[in-house]
């Protein structure tokens, strides 16, 4: 059954259909024309000079910021959402042989003339946001990269973590879901993550930031341990004023929070937990870097005595919304989201073609900010639901990985058309598309795979991005793009200085990146027929793209606003009101986040939650579960074959 599925979604979706390409319009050629890198510059060093964690004043000037660099209509909304301070962290440890504690100062250094060595000052102490409050001492026990897999290995060769402090690495999954599995799976009592050399150290014998781009031995990434998505008071619906909410207890006790005490740490200070441990040596691939300590699976006899006390405490943050009217079809919307500090030259582009060029066609609507995005989303997602079947969206991100761009399919070939007339930041000779597709991953375009441009079948597997796919049900696109590695993630040294320096030189890739994100708004604002693909569609949008240009058909025509209420319902069509098994706030059956890491995706997640929950038990009602989650992805792509056909049932 799973076989025909898949078979039948990707027939439906992914043969690509290829109309004559139109002119590219005056707007355009202008928009590409405005690319300034002292422009991305500047709004960066602007939005970076002191820390703005969200709930504080410094991150409601940086509101204020972008506000003010709007020439057209914005506001600023504020939530009141439930967020996380440290009041209290320590950690130490105890080698028993050794007689010595050793106590963590849980400190990130500064550097000979640091610019912002003043600013590092006003920084919030490293911690995890939700960790629970209470101290543990236990021994260690080394878990890799605390993914299930990697408790299960443990738990085959006896090593048994139950009340011991979980010790792991960044680099597979998230923290989130190193913790979650620590306590969910091997019932530590507390977690301890640190970032590993290997992956953030360099070389052997390589310098670190400021003179290279590697992560200090005093790094530490920071994170949020909450795996649910928007405000944990007001689950499944949006925190706006005087809404219902659960009280903050409540909020802290559910299973998306971590329930024990948990810190990030450094490499330094995890190779001297590293150094004291003892029991059998772990696997090859469990080990560090050359010339680093033996890593060792424990448990103990290094003991880490860790106290963790937080203030959970409800906050006001705010999100910055601006909107370009279009001049036909005001009822629908293209809209962007993003981190405010990402936002480069885009609104000043958008600002200059519309006093140029005229109106665009259809309204672009910005959302500044990042999490708060996700309640906004959830506000808008029933009693604007009208406006919401007939939006189109683009969502946006940086990543030091290389171009990686992520989109529902039928919005790849829009991707393609686009990066082929958007300079490559690195190669001045070629486009964007001529150096991705000589890449180590290039676009794949096989009509088996359920993404033309993933090695993996899913869009935005950051739940960050994904709430506006995998719940609003909204075709979206996430465009990645700057150099190798982004070691600093997080940390007190990701900064304009690093990124001015080893990030992007130039700041050549934030304007290639928002050239990008740009014309992909403007083609979706603007083409008379959405540039959307499936495949039961090519002969009918053949048919219209040759009326339209022999001026047959009127591009005001009805017909061409139903097809496109068509094209843009279809994804709709994958989705259901009470969401997916076990993470319900996902409503898409056949894409959606994996339930063991949140930077990973699943295909039919319902199923596959509902064939892992049955693996466990084990029972004939559990079973018979797995059989209804696959009726329902059944009833969802028979939904969306009708409504491609133009079919009602």
């Given at each position: 059954m799973l076989a025909v599925l898949g078979a039948s979604l990707a027939v439906l979706l992914f043969f690509a259909l290829q109309p004559a390409p139109n002119p590219v319009p005056n707007y355009e050629a202008l928009f590409l024309s405005l690319g300034s890198n002292d422009t991305a510059a500047s709004h960066l060093r602007a939005l970076t000079l002191h820390p703005h964690v969200a709930g504080t004043k410094a991150n409601a000037?940086?509101?204020?910021?972008?506000?003010?660099?709007?020439?057209?209509?914005?506001?600023?909304?504020?939530?009141?959402?439930?967020?996380?301070?440290?009041?209290?962290?320590?950690?130490?440890?105890?080698?028993?042989?050794?007689?010595?504690?050793?106590?963590?100062?849980?400190?990130?250094?500064?550097?000979?003339?640091?610019?912002?060595a003043a600013a590092a000052a006003d920084t919030i102490p490293t911690f995890y946001a939700y960790a629970a409050s209470g101290s543990v001492s236990a021994e260690a026990v080394y878990a890799n990269y605390g993914r299930e897999e990697d408790f299960a290995y443990l738990a085959s060769r006896g090593v048994d973590v139950a009340g011991k402090v979980t010790f792991a690495r960044y680099g597979r999954i998230h923290c989130e879901d190193i913790a979650h599995?620590?306590?969910?799976?091997?019932?530590?009592?507390?977690?301890?993550?640190?970032?590993?050399?290997?992956?953030?150290?360099?070389?052997?014998?390589?310098?670190?930031?400021?003179?290279?781009?590697?992560?200090?031995?005093?790094?530490?990434?920071?994170?949020?341990?909450?795996?649910?998505?928007?405000?944990?008071?007001t689950p499944m619906w949006a925190s706006s004023e005087g809404c219902e909410r659960v009280s903050v207890e409540e909020a802290m006790n559910t299973d998306d929070m971590p329930l024990i005490p948990a810190l990030p740490v450094s490499a330094q200070d995890a190779m001297e937990i590293h150094r004291a441990m003892g029991g059998a040596?772990?696997?090859?691939?469990w080990q560090g870097r050359e010339g680093g300590p033996v890593y060792r699976l424990g448990p103990g006899p290094a003991v880490l005595n860790l106290t963790y006390l937080g203030n959970d405490t409800m906050a006001t943050i705010e999100n910055v919304f601006a909107i370009i009217e279009g001049a036909e079809e005001p009822d629908r919307y293209v809209i962007l989201g993003n981190h405010r500090d990402a936002w480069t030259r885009l609104l000043k582009g958008f600002q200059c073609c519309k006093s140029k060029d005229?109106?665009?066609?259809?309204?672009?609507?910005?959302?500044?900010?990042?999490?708060?995005?996700?309640?906004?989303?959830?506000?808008?997602?029933?009693?604007?639901?009208?406006?919401?079947?007939?939006?189109?969206?683009?969502?946006?991100?940086?990543?030091?990985?290389?171009?990686?761009?992520?989109?529902t399919p039928q919005l790849d070939e829009l991707l393609q058309q686009v990066t082929k007339v958007v300079q490559d930041p690195d190669n001045s000779s070629q486009t964007v598309y001529d150096s991705w597709i000589k890449s180590s991953i290039p676009p794949r375009f096989h009509p088996q795979e359920l993404c033309g441009f993933r090695r993996k079948p899913l869009l935005l597997p950051d739940k960050l991005y994904n709430i506006t796919h995998y719940s609003l049900r909204i075709s979206c696109i996430k465009v990645l793009r700057l150099g190798p590695g982004y070691p600093v993630y997080h940390s007190l040294y990701d900064d304009y200085v690093w990124m001015a320096k080893f990030g992007d030189p130039g700041f050549r890739r934030h304007v290639a990146a928002a050239s990008i994100w740009g014309m992909m708004a403007l083609r979706l604002a603007n083409e008379e027929i959405l540039p959307f693909n499936y495949m039961s569609y090519a002969i009918e949008l053949e048919e219209l793209q040759k009326q339209l240009l022999s001026k047959q058909l009127n591009k005001d025509s009805l017909k061409i606003r139903q097809l496109n209420d068509r094209l843009m319902q279809t994804e709709r069509a994958f989705t259901s009101r009470e969401g997916i098994f076990k993470q319900e706030w996902f409503k898409h059956l056949v894409y959606g986040p994996s339930d063991l890491n949140d930077w990973d995706t699943a295909i039919y997640p319902g199923i596959a939650n509902a064939i892992a929950s049955a693996r466990s038990s084990?029972?004939?009602?559990?079973?018979?579960?797995?059989?209804?989650?696959?009726?329902?992805?059944?009833?969802?792509?028979?939904?969306?074959?009708?409504?491609?056909?133009g079919r009602l049932t």
């Amino acid at each position: 059954m799973l076989a025909v599925l898949g078979a039948s979604l990707a027939v439906l979706l992914f043969f690509a259909l290829q109309p004559a390409p139109n002119p590219v319009p005056n707007y355009e050629a202008l928009f590409l024309s405005l690319g300034s890198n002292d422009t991305a510059a500047s709004h960066l060093r602007a939005l970076t000079l002191h820390p703005h964690v969200a709930g504080t004043k410094a991150n409601a000037l940086t509101a204020r910021y972008v506000l003010d660099a709007l020439s057209f209509p914005a506001h600023i909304t504020p939530y009141s959402v439930l967020l996380s301070y440290p009041v209290h962290r320590s950690l130490s440890l105890l080698a028993p042989g050794r007689g010595v504690v050793t106590s963590f100062s849980l400190k990130q250094e500064t550097y000979p003339n640091d610019p912002y060595a003043a600013a590092a000052a006003d920084t919030i102490p490293t911690f995890y946001a939700y960790a629970a409050s209470g101290s543990v001492s236990a021994e260690a026990v080394y878990a890799n990269y605390g993914r299930e897999e990697d408790f299960a290995y443990l738990a085959s060769r006896g090593v048994d973590v139950a009340g011991k402090v979980t010790f792991a690495r960044y680099g597979r999954i998230h923290c989130e879901d190193i913790a979650h599995n620590a306590r969910a799976a091997a019932g530590a009592a507390a977690a301890v993550v640190y970032t590993d050399p290997l992956e953030y150290g360099g070389a052997p014998g390589e310098r670190w930031f400021p003179d290279s781009r590697w992560l200090p031995p005093s790094g530490v990434q920071v994170g949020s341990l909450f795996r649910g998505v928007g405000d944990p008071t007001t689950p499944m619906w949006a925190s706006s004023e005087g809404c219902e909410r659960v009280s903050v207890e409540e909020a802290m006790n559910t299973d998306d929070m971590p329930l024990i005490p948990a810190l990030p740490v450094s490499a330094q200070d995890a190779m001297e937990i590293h150094r004291a441990m003892g029991g059998a040596v772990a696997p090859a691939d469990w080990q560090g870097r050359e010339g680093g300590p033996v890593y060792r699976l424990g448990p103990g006899p290094a003991v880490l005595n860790l106290t963790y006390l937080g203030n959970d405490t409800m906050a006001t943050i705010e999100n910055v919304f601006a909107i370009i009217e279009g001049a036909e079809e005001p009822d629908r919307y293209v809209i962007l989201g993003n981190h405010r500090d990402a936002w480069t030259r885009l609104l000043k582009g958008f600002q200059c073609c519309k006093s140029k060029d005229g109106d665009l066609e259809e309204p672009l609507s910005f959302v500044v900010g990042m999490r708060k995005n996700t309640d906004w989303c959830v506000s808008i997602s029933e009693p604007l639901l009208f406006v919401f079947k007939t939006a189109r969206l683009i969502t946006f991100a940086f990543t030091q990985t290389g171009f990686l761009p992520s989109t529902t399919p039928q919005l790849d070939e829009l991707l393609q058309q686009v990066t082929k007339v958007v300079q490559d930041p690195d190669n001045s000779s070629q486009t964007v598309y001529d150096s991705w597709i000589k890449s180590s991953i290039p676009p794949r375009f096989h009509p088996q795979e359920l993404c033309g441009f993933r090695r993996k079948p899913l869009l935005l597997p950051d739940k960050l991005y994904n709430i506006t796919h995998y719940s609003l049900r909204i075709s979206c696109i996430k465009v990645l793009r700057l150099g190798p590695g982004y070691p600093v993630y997080h940390s007190l040294y990701d900064d304009y200085v690093w990124m001015a320096k080893f990030g992007d030189p130039g700041f050549r890739r934030h304007v290639a990146a928002a050239s990008i994100w740009g014309m992909m708004a403007l083609r979706l604002a603007n083409e008379e027929i959405l540039p959307f693909n499936y495949m039961s569609y090519a002969i009918e949008l053949e048919e219209l793209q040759k009326q339209l240009l022999s001026k047959q058909l009127n591009k005001d025509s009805l017909k061409i606003r139903q097809l496109n209420d068509r094209l843009m319902q279809t994804e709709r069509a994958f989705t259901s009101r009470e969401g997916i098994f076990k993470q319900e706030w996902f409503k898409h059956l056949v894409y959606g986040p994996s339930d063991l890491n949140d930077w990973d995706t699943a295909i039919y997640p319902g199923i596959a939650n509902a064939i892992a929950s049955a693996r466990s038990s084990n029972t004939s009602e559990s079973w018979k579960f797995v059989q209804h989650e696959v009726y329902r992805v059944a009833r969802a792509v028979t939904q969306a074959s009708a409504i491609l056909s133009g079919r009602l049932t």
